[in-house]
């Protein structure tokens, strides 16, 4: 088991490989359908909305229920993640499989991405503090920063290798 914690180097991201157990601490952005094209149409206008380098991003919702992955190769989701990566995101949290474009934008900028257990009892006690920082009417679907400790996941893809 490997701990990470955010902002995370490139160099961290190139020692983890297919099947490696993390726990990732520190701050965790949020986003999904609703949101992530946002992010990506505000870079592509050169907005900084957010500092993304070295961060991770779990697609997901966040709300008084809990967190747990929403499914990653949804159109809006999927399509935001080589632009992201791009931009500075290292590590990209959900669940299901990826294309093989995604894949290889994932390997060329030397992101990953990682599965986490779709158990949202689990994931939301290891949520410190969470707070809106980005397109605020979207509700739960809107972008947060959490303070994580020790959130599981196991690296799925990376380096251009999938565990699927």
């Known amino acids: 088991m490997r701990n990470i914690t955010t902002p995370v180097s490139k160099e961290t991201i190139q020692e983890l490989h297919v099947g490696d157990q993390i726990l990732l601490s520190g701050r965790l952005l949020t986003g999904r359908d ?24 779990m697609h997901t ?3 008084e229920a809990g967190i747990a992955p929403t499914t990653s190769n949804k159109e809006e989701i999927e399509g935001s993640i080589p632009e992201l990566a791009r931009a500075g995101v290292l590590i990209h949290m959900g669940k299901g499989t990826l294309g093989t474009d995604t894949i290889s934008a994932l390997k060329e900028t030397g992101a990953i991405f990682v599965v986490t257990p779709p158990v949202a009892a689990l994931l939301s006690s ?14 739960m679907e809107a972008m947060f920063e959490l303070e994580v400790e020790n959130i599981p996941g196991i690296v799925a893809i990376a380096h251009g290798k999938s565990i699927y």
């Open 34 to 57: 609703a949101a992530l094209p946002q992010l990506v149409k505000s870079l592509k206008n050169g907005e900084k909305l957010l500092d993304l380098q070295g961060s991770a991003i």
């Open 61 to 63: 919702a966040v709300s």
């Open 126 to 139: 290891k949520v410190k503090s969470k707070k809106v920082v980005a397109f605020s009417k979207e509700g």
